[in-house]
Every structure is written in structure tokens, then in C-alpha cells.
């Protein structure tokens, strides 16, 4: 059964920094994309970064490119969101998503599994 528990949200000023983490298990990360996805209220759930397992591959939306990074630790079966720069428009609820592909553009191809997502609130 494939389990995504992500960790790391709260509330930071603008300008500062979260990491946000996804503990994974049930699947091997090789095998997966997996990525994170938030959803500010009244809007859609969009794709914000995710990761290839197969060959490292990133993708990132454009609201977030130089400021946030993601990262994958495959011994500790973890992705990480490294937030820098905040602005009270990255305010959501962060989700990781995972998916056995054959893709990971989250513009193009939809995620099966799920986290329960977690808050990340950025005042101004």
C-alpha cells in the first residue's frame, strides 16, 4: 500500500524559509514520480515541483523557479521542498503525490497516491 506523509508546513514571514519533507512507503522511489502539488483556497490544486525516480528529471512551475528546490533522500524513502523567499502568495496546502508514470510533468500527466497535506501560511 502506498503511503505519502508529508511534514514541515507552518506559518513564516515573507521572505523566509520551510522545508517541507514526504515520507514515503510503500513503493520504490526508482520506479515513481513524485512530487508536490498545493492548493490555496478557491483555487485549483497545481503542480509546483516534481521528480523523476527514474532518472532525476525536475520540473517546476514557474511561480517557483530559484526559489524553491526539491530533493530526494532514496535511503530514508524521502522528498524534501526547500522553500526559500516565501511570499505571502505561496500561501496552501502543500500535498505529495506520487505516481508510477510513465510520466512526472504534472501538467501533463495526473497523480494517483496522495499525502494528506499539510499547511504553509506566509503573512506579509
Known amino acids: 500500500e502506498v503511503q505519502l506523509v508529508e511534514s514541515g508546513g507552518g506559518l513564516v514571514q515573507a521572505g523566509g524559509s520551510l522545508r517541507l519533507s514526504c515520507v514515503a512507503s510503500?513503493?520504490?522511489?526508482?520506479?515513481?514520480?513524485i512530487g508536490w502539488f498545493r492548493q490555496a483556497p478557491g483555487k485549483e490544486r497545481d503542480g509546483v515541483s516534481c521528480?523523476?525516480?527514474?532518472?532525476?528529471?525536475?520540473y517546476y512551475a514557474t511561480a517557483v523557479k530559484g526559489r524553491f528546490t526539491i530533493s530526494s533522500d532514496n535511503a530514508k524513502n524521502t522528498v524534501y521542498l526547500q522553500m526559500n523567499n516565501l511570499k505571502p502568495e505561496d500561501t496552501a496546502v502543500y500535498y505529495c503525490?506520487?505516481?508510477?508514470?510513465?510520466?512526472?510533468?504534472?501538467?501533463?500527466?495526473?497523480?494517483?497516491?496522495w499525502g494528506q497535506g499539510t499547511q504553509v501560511t506566509v503573512s506579509s
Open positions: 503525490a506520487a505516481d508510477r508514470g510513465p510520466g512526472f510533468d504534472p501538467t501533463i500527466y495526473e497523480y494517483t497516491y
Open positions: 510503500g513503493f520504490t522511489f526508482d520506479d515513481y514520480a
Open positions: 521528480l523523476s525516480g527514474s532518472d532525476g528529471q525536475t
